[in-house]
């Protein structure tokens, strides 16, 4: 039993600690790899109901306390995901739909992809890290779809990125861009709804304090992007899940809104792990007259992340084209 006490004990601090550079993280960026500790608030919070249980069956008051502390704290950060935000919409709704999905390209197959495509019947799809000879197959997979291919940096972690739309969706227009100028962002327009901006990225993840620093630049460079257009969806692994500080500063420096927020949790990162266990990286925000009326994930595609569907809305009176 005293072995036992002791893991928990354990355990208990690790939890603290994890939690004390999850509040730091939005204090400093000094310490960099405090951020990384924000992504697993959803697992701490189940960690810490466990700690309330196990403080009222040893009464051990202080580590009930500090626990129910955690608890709290950890819902205030959760609740707005989890509080129900329904989109009333009607038979004449003008909707879109986006599939986006992080097709890990040594892993990924594009007859799965093809499979999703045709269940899931997008206007658009984007994928990131779909290598040229991938690209090309799923080419020939879709046929009614038609899109670009472009090349990524020389850094490993500056991945390729795809397109495709509907032939019956209309022109597009595509362009990259490299906010941080090394990883290529997507932005996509068509002809059909030229007011539109659609903002596809794949930005470095924050694992190291090189990639850190460049993951800030493109979330600035997105901020400022977002805060100079009417109206925009951003959809991308951002490799940041919804409670990190630089994800709330992209938000708010961008005036963007989450789509996940009252939606739930929705962790697409690792596949292979149970749902509970994921962390969600793979975003959705808008801004302006479309937004989010449903998001969902996908079936597995062989991938490490789990693809993300989006159908938005348009809910504003003014003319949308």
Known sequence: MKILSKLFLLLFVFLS?????VILSFFTSVI???????HFVLQYFIGSILF??????????????????????????????????????SSETEKISILFSNTHFESASMSEIASLIADKNPDIVILAETKSVQYLELVGLIPEYNGEHFIGGPDPWAHDISYFA???????????????????????????YPNLQILGMHPYPPIKKRTYEKQNIAF????????????????GDLNTTNFSSEFYQLVAGGDLTD???????????????????????DQVLWKGAWQACEISLTSSIGSDHVPIFVELCHTAQDSIK
Do not use: H
Not at 220 to 234: D, P, V
Not at 259 to 281: D, K, Q, T
């Open 17 to 21: 600690l994890s939690i004390f550079f």
């Open 32 to 38: 960099w790899w405090a951020e990384l500790f924000s």
């Open 52 to 89: 309330v249980l196990y403080g009222l069956c040893t009464k051990k008051n202080l580590i009930l306390f500090v626990s129910i502390c955690y608890t709290l704290y950890l819902l205030a950060v959760i609740k707005p995901l989890l509080t129900p935000n329904i989109v009333s919409t």
């Open 166 to 192: 509907k032939d019956d969706f209309g022109a597009m227009a595509a362009q990259t861009v490299k906010f941080d100028s090394e990883t290529l962002s997507l932005i996509l327009t068509s002809q059909r």
């Open 220 to 235: 600035a460079g997105a901020a400022l992007f977002a805060q100079n257009s009417e109206n925009l969806i951003l959809v």
């Open 259 to 281: 789509a996940r927020v009252g939606r739930g949790v929705l962790g697409s990162w690792p596949e292979s792990y149970p749902s509970i266990f994921r962390i969600p990286i």
